[in-house]
């Protein structure tokens, strides 16, 4: 203050105490009325302080000395190498990252971080004293502290403009260049695109534009196409591409655009690079082995001697640290040109896609004002455009399809007015969903007026998605859709078309697209849109008719292999067994009869202490998989194979099992603890049922449904029947020994959910897409009870004896809990976005996953207690350790997690791929005083994992895509694959490595 010379500090009247506390030894001062009720002026007098804080320096320098002097040789050598947050004047400011393009971070920045970017800036910019320079990003982004300090330092003007101000692009741009005429603009692309071409080109590029340098950064910079339309001719502003990440203060490198490419009247498509690191800033490429490179892809470090933060809990970090950005890049001829964050690279349809791709074609269409894409549930492609006068939805797609491939092409494109964005000026996809929500939520049911218009739609339909070239308005009847063009991706698209076209889904379109004529494809809908003369068209008629009225027969066959029908009264004969389902949950059916306890002990005690039974009385050379009989073991393919680098678990293929279609569904496997029988049950794409010795993979038997299967199944209480639901909207229960049909029941949609038992009362809970939970008593065959939840229910429910309790989540954000015997609500929580993840419940809490990457814990009150966040969309259900001090889940974000009960990070082991499996804890018999953890990524690859430390143990790779949850009953690992085929693998301990 003195060096400043400062002579009035305005202070709130709730912070006089501390400021005279504070600085009245040093100061002289008195008060100045000020109309302001809460604050008051203090006038400070420097005359008579002088030897004050010559006194207080000499105190300084003392303490400093004897500090200096205390510190041995070690420390000091600790002191270069490392950067300590704790040493006094370390830190310019705190910030928190807003996780648009990661995890969330608490950043803690040294002044001798930021310090280079605003002394580079100034000389970059060429800043003086007649600059205006427009504060654009808010106090929480940290490029507001280069603007605001490139500003004062230079003696330059900061124009601070209010919020609602800054949401109104037009008013926006006259405060900025009319009014107040701004030098020096620091913006993301997204703050600009949002003033809109036209704007752009007559006010903020015009060629009498105030504006002198315009540098973009904290997203993809446009193409120089677009930038080159946005400028008037003649106009004169120097334009930047600025790069950088928070964790390492700010910028890092940029780059300046030419004259001459921005002049050029030749369309250019070439990639803006990332330029030139910035003062004391180290750029490096690394590729995936972590190895620098200086040619080729790879992801950016970012680091330099003092451009070092301190992230989260980090009280030191070594001098000179790189941090990883997330960001990938290709390096060419020496310069480096961005590629996308690893967030938006994802797979489609089996390849590779930038989501920024399809932005930057689709904003250069001529109709197309500004536009954004976002991946959509990690499952559609949306682009939201911002349009132009006139803009056809058909042309853009036409548009689209010429300057794309196939795999690239948005499922749905969104027109909206405006781009909405962060508080930081960044693409605000959160809101985007939303949008795409209500745009979903407000389509018309049906637009159809019979079937002579439903003929002319779908050949419109069908001409405009395979051949947007042709003029020909005639389609013939017999037109294949494999014949012409047709692929994976445009008969989804096809098929969503078709679903809103009619206003309700038509099952089993997909296949019939692919395999069928036009014509056939044409009355396969009017089997479910228009019904007999005589019958009234309603969706609930339509679907009771299709769900009920079907011949039992007709819609489930015959099974493949019979047997001896067992009494169908559960309560006659009972069978004792162990029933192992994703998420390491093992249920003991009757198992306390047969050890000699008490029949009724089946309680949560039990359920828990199953989970680390050994059960030392059974075969030791079954359990260790020495099967008598592999003589019907199919011969493996060279294609499974193991990944190199695995350390202290090998894999073998036991055997597989051919199931002609996508394996979606997990395994139920049930352990007969008398050593008679082993049995995987699991459904599959091609409406299969199967039950597999466990030990040889002989099929026991094969039960044709009347839909695609990708519910787990779920054992009863006696152990007599399994249970599964269906697509076609039916709930099966199979005769467990033979798969002869014992019961059917009906719900309105299909069901994609998982039963769950109460060894209790013997009930099984299911799920429906039709926004019901039902209870089943399938001894009597009736419903007990069913509830209507708020939205569909997708995931599994999940109960809990002590509270008795079950849980249930909806894709509509909803977790309710419910009293079991009646179906009344106990508490319901709202947690904003799908629950796809089921929710898994011990002895004090419940957990479950949200779409919006958060793994919530409850107490069973419904009090949420804490909640931690990954980097991307939960579907994985949480797995609970057997000690229940830790829960393992995976993400999108290509991460396997471990938290412990407090909701801290454990550790987390990153995949190839995203995970949707539930991971399944367990101990391998021959090396029991460790735990493990198998967990499966959709790339196909399985991951072995030490529970405790997340430490890699082996990796195995499928031939195909993984969305099944793996299931392991001692060494053997058993899951399904999308390849068509379940899987048993081995897994070898080597005590060698």
Not at 79 to 96: G, I, S
Not at 715 to 723: L, Q, R
Not at 865 to 887: D, L, M
């Amino acid at each position: 203050m003195k060096k400043c010379d400062l002579e009035y500090i305005l202070v709130e009247k709730k912070q006089i105490n501390k400021f005279k506390t504070s600085y009245e030894p040093l100061l002289n001062y008195d008060t100045v009325t000020v109309e302001h009720s809460d604050l008051v002026l203090f006038r400070l007098h420097w005359e008579n302080v002088d030897m004050n804080l010559m006194l207080n320096d000499r105190q300084d320098k003392n303490e400093k000395k004897n500090r200096k002097d205390c510190m041995n040789s070690e420390k000091n050598k600790e002191e270069k190498e490392h950067m300590d947050v704790r040493l006094k004047h370390c830190l310019a400011y705190v910030l928190h990252t807003s996780g648009t393009t990661g995890t969330p971070k608490i950043v803690r920045v040294p002044h001798a971080c930021i310090l280079p970017n605003v002394q580079h800036f100034r000389i970059l910019f060429g800043i003086t004293q007649e600059d205006v320079l427009f504060l654009a990003s808010p106090l929480t982004f940290d490029p507001s502290i280069v603007e605001i300090f490139v500003a004062l330092s230079s003696g330059a003007s900061l124009l601070i403009v209010p919020t609602s101000v800054k949401v109104l692009p037009s008013k926006l741009a006259a405060v900025l260049f009319s009014h107040h005429k701004v030098t020096v603009l620091q913006a993301t692309p997204t703050l600009l695109r949002r003033f809109g071409s036209q704007l752009i080109k007559s006010t903020v590029l015009s060629a009498s534009t105030s504006l002198r340098v315009l540098a973009l950064g904290g997203e993809a910079f446009p193409s120089l196409t677009i930038l080159s339309s946005w400028r008037e001719e003649g106009n004169k502003t120097q334009i930047f591409n600025i790069y950088g990440i928070t964790e390492v203060s700010s910028w890092a490198t940029f780059y300046r655009i030419p004259e001459e490419v921005l002049n050029s009247t030749v369309k250019c498509e070439l990639p803006v690079p990332l330029g030139c690191p910035l003062f004391e800033t180290v750029v490096e490429v690394r590729d995936t082995n972590g190895f620098t490179i200086q040619e080729g892809s790879g992801q950016v470090f970012l680091g330099g001697k003092n451009r070092v933060c301190f992230l989260d809990d980090e009280m030191t970090v070594p001098l000179g640290t790189m941090r990883a950005t997330g960001d990938f890049v290709t390096i060419k001829g020496g310069e480096i040109f961005f590629l996308g964050r690893k967030d938006s690279q994802i797979k489609r349809h089996g390849k590779r896609l930038n989501i920024e791709l399809v932005q930057q074609v689709s904003e250069q269409l001529q109709q197309v004002e500004t536009c954004a894409v976002t991946w959509y549930n990690q499952e559609k492609l949306i682009l939201f455009i911002v349009p132009k006068d006139n803009l056809v939805k058909d042309y853009i797609f036409k548009e689209l399809q010429k300057h794309l491939p196939n795999h690239a092409i948005p499922d749905e494109l969104v027109l909206i007015d405006t781009l909405p964005f962060t508080s930081h000026g960044k693409i605000d996809i959160s809101e985007l969903n939303k949008i795409y929500l209500d745009y979903l939520n407000s389509k018309p049911e049906n637009k159809l007026h019979g079937k002579k218009e439903l003929w002319k739609k779908l050949q419109y339909l069908w001409k405009s998605i395979l051949s947007p070239t042709e003029d020909s308005l005639k389609v013939p009847n017999e037109s294949l859709f494999s014949n012409i063009g047709g692929d994976s991706l445009k008969s989804v698209r096809l098929l969503y078309e078709i679903e809103r076209l009619v206003g309700t889904s038509v099952p089993g379109l997909l296949e019939v697209i692919l395999s069928s004529s036009l014509l056939e494809i044409y009355n396969h809908i009017l089997q479910t849109v228009f019904m007999d003369e005589n019958q009234t068209l309603t969706k609930s008629n339509a679907t009771k008719r299709k769900l009920s009225d079907i011949n039992q027969e007709e819609a489930i066959g015959e099974p493949s292999h019979q047997k001896s029908v067992l009494p169908l009264n559960g309560d006659n004969e009972i069978n004792a067994c162990i029933a192992l389902s994703r998420g390491s949950q093992i249920f003991p059916l009757n198992v306390a009869r047969f050890l000699g306890h008490h029949s009724s002990a089946c309680s949560s005690e039990l359920i828990a202490q199953t989970n680390t039974l050994n059960f030392k009385s059974l075969n030791p050379s079954v359990l260790t998989g020495q099967s008598k009989d592999l003589c019907c073991v199919e011969k493996v393919s060279e294609e499974e194979k193991p990944v190199t680098g695995a350390k202290k678990m090998e894999f073998r293929v036991r055997w597989r099992s051919d199931t002609g279609k996508c394996v979606d569904a997990s395994p139920l496997v049930i352990v007969g603890v008398d050593q008679s029988s082993a049995t995987v049950y699991i459904g599959s794409h091609s409406h299969r049922m199967k039950a597999i010795d466990l030990y040889s993979g002989k099929m026991k038997w094969e039960q044709l449904l009347g839909d695609r299967i990708e519910s787990s199944a779920c054992v009863s209480k006696c152990g007599n029947f399994i249970t599964v639901g269906c697509y076609n909207g039916l709930v099966y229960v199979l005769q467990s020994n033979s798969g002869e049909i014992y019961w059917v029941f009906t719900t309105e949609d299909a069901v994609k959910s998982s039963p769950t038992l109460d060894p209790t009362t013997g009930l099984l809970f299911i799920g429906s897409h039709d926004q019901h939970v039902y209870a089943l008593d399938i001894y009597k065959k009736k419903c007990v009870w069913k509830l209507k939840c708020e939205g569909t229910v997708f995931s599994s429910p999940c109960l809990s004896l002590i509270p008795h309790h079950l849980y249930c989540a909806t894709l509509g954000g909803v977790l309710l809990a419910v009293k079991p015997t009646t179906g009344n609500v106990v508490w319901k929580h709202s947690c904003g976005k799908p629950l796809f993840s089921s929710p898994r419940c011990f002895q004090q809490f419940l957990c479950i996953g949200s779409v919006d990457g958060n793994l919530l814990c409850f107490t069973h009150l419904g009090e949420q207690i804490w909640q931690f966040s990954a980097g991307g969309p939960i579907f994985s259900s949480p797995c609970i350790s057997a000690s229940e001090q830790e829960v393992y889940f995976g993400s999108h974000d290509c991460f396997i997690y471990c938290c412990d009960m407090s909701g801290h990070l454990q550790w987390k082991l990153e995949t190839t791929s995203r995970v949707y499996a539930t991971p399944f804890a367990f101990h391998h018999p021959n090396h029991s005083s460790e735990t493990f953890l198998a967990a499966a990524s959709t790339d196909g690859k399985l991951w072995i994992l030490e529970s405790q430390s997340g430490q890699l143990q082996g990796v195995y790779e499928l031939p195909g895509e993984v969305f099944s949850s793996p299931v392991v009953w001692e060494s053997m690992l058993i899951i399904g694959c999308r390849n068509n085929y379940i899987y048993c693998l081995d897994l070898l301990y080597n005590n060698k490595k």
